[in-house]
């Protein structure tokens, strides 16, 4: 099927911005578009007419516009999930006075859909919209070990492990092993895999179907909790999930 030039390299100038990448210059959108500067410049004027893309008057650098944000407030807004689990992600957090986190599968990083700040939490990394990866975090391990044996196997092709801290797994057959032990226990920990001096623990949350649907996770400084406590910490984020899926319908 044919695709519109035209959009298709709007939409590409769009996924240039990241966290990492905020903010860039007419010539590095141009070079990294492999596109004329007048071309560059025309896409950014119409995105910029339309409000998916600003221009800071002082710098001249180009940044995404609002008009992104409001049409991702929208697509939250219809995510039942979300809905559901609102309350009870606020509950864990009001329970514990850590940051409680929902999470989805997009290719093959979890993203980040809701999150609530918990009182104690000393954790500002996470956001709305922020993507993990699979191997490394709590929540990442939930989405893959939960899927479908044929869906696994699509997400391990030719993923690539790569190193965060020390305590990162490296490579398929641990990685294997450690899924393994996730169905096993109906939970996972990520160890300071993701994050120096971070724990986080995380559990799924089913459909009505059985099918997997997100990941609830909740995140803590490990010098303030030890195992006994990370164990207690795990079974009441079980809990708060087994407590959503019930409200999806799952039986």
Same mark, same amino acid.
């Given at each position: 099927? +044919?695709?519109?030039?035209?959009?298709?390299?709007?939409?590409?100038?769009?996924?240039?911005?990241?966290?990492?990448? +905020? *903010?860039? #210059?007419?010539? *590095?959108?141009?070079? !990294?578009?492999? %596109?004329?500067?007048? /071309?560059? @410049?025309?896409?950014?004027? /119409?995105?910029?007419? @339309?409000?998916?893309? *600003?221009?800071?008057? &002082?710098?001249? #650098?180009? !940044?995404?516009?609002?008009?992104?944000?409001? #049409?991702?407030?929208?697509?939250?807004?219809?995510?039942?999930?979300?809905?559901?689990?609102?309350?009870?992600?606020?509950?864990? $957090?009001?329970?514990?006075?850590?940051?409680?986190?929902?999470?989805?599968?997009?290719?093959? &990083?979890?993203?980040?859909?809701?999150?609530?700040?918990?009182?104690?939490?000393?954790? !500002?990394?996470?956001?709305?919209?922020?993507?993990? +990866?699979?191997?490394? $975090?709590?929540?990442?391990?939930?989405?893959?070990?939960?899927?479908? +044996?044929?869906?696994?196997?699509?997400?391990?092709?030719?993923? =690539?492990?790569?190193?965060? /801290?020390?305590?990162?797994?490296?490579? &398929?057959?641990?990685?294997?092993?450690? %899924?393994? *032990?996730?169905? #096993?226990?109906?939970?996972?920990?990520?160890?300071?895999?993701?994050?120096?001096?971070?724990?986080?623990?995380?559990?799924?949350?089913?459909? @009505?179907?059985?099918? %997997?649907?997100?990941?609830? $996770?909740?995140?803590?400084? =490990?010098?303030?909790?030890?195992?006994?406590?990370?164990?207690?910490?795990?079974? !009441?984020?079980?809990?708060? /999930?087994?407590?959503?899926?019930?409200?999806?319908?799952?039986?």
């Amino acid at each position: 099927m +044919p695709i519109i030039q035209a959009l298709d390299r709007a939409l590409r100038i769009l996924d240039l911005f990241d966290e990492h990448t +905020p *903010e860039l #210059k007419l010539t *590095e959108i141009s070079a !990294r578009m492999q %596109l004329h500067k007048s /071309t560059a @410049h025309a896409l950014l004027r /119409t995105l910029q007419i @339309h409000g998916y893309i *600003e221009q800071d008057e &002082e710098s001249g #650098k180009y !940044r995404l516009g609002l008009r992104l944000l409001e #049409k991702g407030q929208m697509l939250l807004q219809n995510l039942d999930i979300r809905n559901v689990a609102r309350p009870h992600l606020q509950a864990l $957090s009001d329970a514990t006075g850590q940051t409680a986190h929902l999470l989805i599968l997009d290719g093959r &990083e979890g993203v980040y859909i809701d999150k609530v700040e918990g009182a104690q939490a000393a954790i !500002r990394y996470s956001r709305i919209g922020r993507r993990v +990866p699979l191997h490394s $975090s709590a929540s990442g391990k939930v989405l893959a070990a939960f899927q479908p +044996p044929d869906a696994l196997e699509r997400l391990l092709a030719g993923y =690539t492990y790569v190193r965060h /801290t020390p305590n990162t797994i490296d490579s &398929e057959a641990k990685f294997r092993r450690e %899924l393994e *032990e996730v169905r #096993k226990h109906g939970c996972a920990f990520d160890r300071e895999e993701n994050e120096p001096g971070v724990l986080c623990i995380a559990a799924p949350i089913f459909g @009505h179907d059985g099918q %997997l649907l997100a990941a609830m $996770s909740l995140s803590c400084m =490990t010098a303030r909790v030890d195992e006994a406590e990370a164990q207690r910490l795990a079974e !009441r984020v079980r809990k708060t /999930t087994a407590e959503i899926s019930a409200r999806l319908g799952h039986r």
